[in-house]
């Protein structure tokens, strides 16, 4: 029997934006069919040394000084977080359970290609399962604000799952608005 789930909604959070020198904290991904019901959901945390956390905050001192609740959270949550290399498997796991294995993976998001760039440096085994074509938003959200000036006001909150089911409703905000 064919697995419904065709889309993988990703969203990471990270010490900051350097694959190689920052690194994965929080995941969350939403398994959901072409018609963005979900199916499944996933969140886990890969635990690091704090002092590291730190230090790689400190490179992006403006951003996490505006997301003070972030990142309180993501360093309350390290506490009971797993090993990175389980936080893959697990997550693994949760695409091999939701996604039929003969097919590629489609990843979808907002900005997707950096959450991707990080999978890339880190997660090799999940790398293998996704598909070369993503669904990124944030194209969506470029050509209707510039063409249409129009724009979804999508809340963030800068944790992970939050962050994906609004990347979600704003594809849909954007679909309600093409006419076929």
């Not at 799952?161 to 309600?176: T, V």
């Amino acid at each position: 029997m064919s697995k419904k789930a065709k889309i993988l909604w990703l969203d990471l959070e990270m010490t900051g934006l350097e694959p190689g020198k920052d690194v994965i904290l929080e995941a969350a991904a939403i398994a959901t069919d072409w018609d963005f019901n979900e199916i499944a959901t996933f969140e886990t945390a890969a635990h690091y040394d704090d002092a590291f956390i730190l230090e790689r905050f400190a490179t992006q001192q403006s951003f996490w000084d505006e997301n003070p609740e972030a990142r309180d959270g993501l360093l309350e949550q390290n506490k009971t977080a797993v090993d990175p290399a389980q936080a893959q498997a697990d997550f693994l796991q949760f695409i091999n359970e939701h996604f039929d294995s003969e097919e590629k993976v489609l990843l979808g998001g907002n900005s997707i290609h950096n959450d991707r760039n990080f999978i890339k440096a880190e997660w090799n085994d999940v790398e293998a399962r996704l598909h070369y074509r993503m669904l990124d938003v944030s194209a969506w959200k470029v050509v209707f604000g510039g063409k249409y000036n129009k724009m979804f006001a999508k809340d963030k909150s800068h944790r992970a799952l939050d962050d994906i089911r609004g990347s979600i409703m704003e594809l849909k905000y954007y679909l309600g608005k093409v006419k076929i």
